[in-house]
């Protein structure tokens, strides 16, 4: 993090120069963030996305229960590296009591500088509880969930922000209500990712909801979605005036695109992709950064996951890719890596292209009743504040 001035960006600039986000009392320089991916952002890779660009990078979405019960998995996934000056969290949450308790816990015995509040997941385990992205239909809940939470970061300092999505499906849309009461609620900024619950992550992102939402409130709002590479970035803030961006599945076996984002938000060119040779050193200092967080053995079984990431697309042997998804030691891990070709330019098919899990439409499952009214908050949704973390 760095202080800095931030500067206005009019929908006829081409590239934003100079740019930095308040939130509270953190300045955000660039604007992005790295959102919260469940197995993914561990202290290990949010490393690793630090050493390519700043920012403000987001551990793994944790429960407030499960913190304050003391959770065995919770409280291990809230580890951080030495190098992270700013400890950010995301935490998942239905209760008001749970959540208050949670941000206090955080604050006073880990240090945290940053909470976000997560009401966009969309998986079926946490909606049909009523949680994740079906939880802003119920505008009295949410309202008393983000009011505990900024009540009991204030003392601290600590700014809290929120991340929705667009609704649940296109017939129940709830940004605009979640964007006001986020406001009301003394929430220092809002996220939005352009799908519904619904969507999962199919189809193409809602910027223009992005851009409503930004005229609808007068705190900063985020946007996420469909930024693929670092002019993705540049044209969402454009195009939606934006005052900042939310980075997720676009940086999977892809650290170096907050370098490019660092570069064009500094009004500078994007430096060149890098060659398979690049790749492999990235791989490399991935695999370094996870067995100090876990140690070889492990280390290197987490490794395995990301490996199809950092090859898409690339032109590697078949037996060379299998390999590299099973490896075991660092010596093996070498030998493979000595393999390919080092000066392999980065794929053109690959540039600009989705990565991740799209997925297609599903419905969303919800509690019975749940959308009778939405202002009710009567009903018992007790057991949708899970106490495990990681979902």
């Known amino acids: 993090m760095s202080a800095c001035t931030s500067a206005g960006l009019s929908t006829g600039v081409t590239t934003p120069g100079a740019r930095s986000l308040e939130l509270g009392n953190l300045t955000v320089d660039p604007p992005v963030v790295l959102a919260p991916m469940a197995g993914v952002t561990n202290a290990a890779f949010r490393r690793l996305c630090a050493e390519q660009g700043a920012g403000l990078y987001v551990c793994e979405m944790i429960t407030s229960r499960g913190i304050v019960e003391r959770d065995e998995k919770t409280m291990s996934m809230l580890v951080f590296a030495d190098a992270e000056s700013v400890r950010s969290v995301q935490l998942y949450s239905v209760d008001p009591h749970y959540v208050s308790e949670a941000v206090k816990i955080l604050a006073g015995d880990h240090g945290v500088a940053h909470v976000d509040l997560n009401f966009g997941c969309p998986v079926p385990k946490v909606t ?29 300092g600590i700014p809290v922000t929120m991340k929705t999505r667009k609704g649940i499906d296109d017939d129940h849309l709830t940004y605009l209500d979640a964007g006001r009461i986020a406001e009301e609620s003394g929430c220092a900024a809002i996220a939005l990712h352009g799908r519904t619950a619904a969507q999962h992550y199919s189809g193409t992102a809602d910027w223009a909801s992005i851009a409503a939402l930004k005229r609808h409130v007068g705190i900063p709002v985020l946007g996420n979605g469909d930024i693929w590479e670092a002019s993705d970035a540049l044209r969402m803030v454009r195009e939606t005036g934006a005052d900042g961006v939310v980075i997720g599945r676009g940086c999977l076996g892809r650290p170096w695109l907050f370098r490019d984002l660092a570069a064009v938000f500094a009004g500078e060119p994007a430096p060149p992709l890098p060659t398979l040779g690049e790749v492999a050193a990235m791989i490399r200092r991935h695999a370094e950064l996870l067995a100090e967080l876990l140690g070889e053995d492990r280390g290197l079984r987490d490794m395995r996951k990301h490996m199809a990431w950092y090859l898409k697309g690339f032109v590697v042997g078949g037996q060379i890719r299998a390999s590299l998804g099973m490896v075991e030691t660092f010596a093996q891990l070498d030998e493979l890596l ?18 991740g899990r799209q997925g297609s439409p599903r419905k969303v499952v919800m509690p019975a009743g749940w959308l009778d009214d939405a202002e009710d908050t009567t009903d018992d949704i007790s057991c949708a504040e899970i106490g495990i973390s990681g979902g």
């Open 128 to 156: 049909r509880k009523g949680g994740g992205a079906v939880l802003p239909y119920k505008r009295n809940l949410l309202g008393q969930i983000l009011r505990a939470a900024v009540g009991a970061a204030e003392p601290y």
């Open 338 to 355: 000595a393999q390919l070709d080092p000066g392999q330019p980065f794929p053109e098919s690959e540039i600009g292209a989705a990565r």
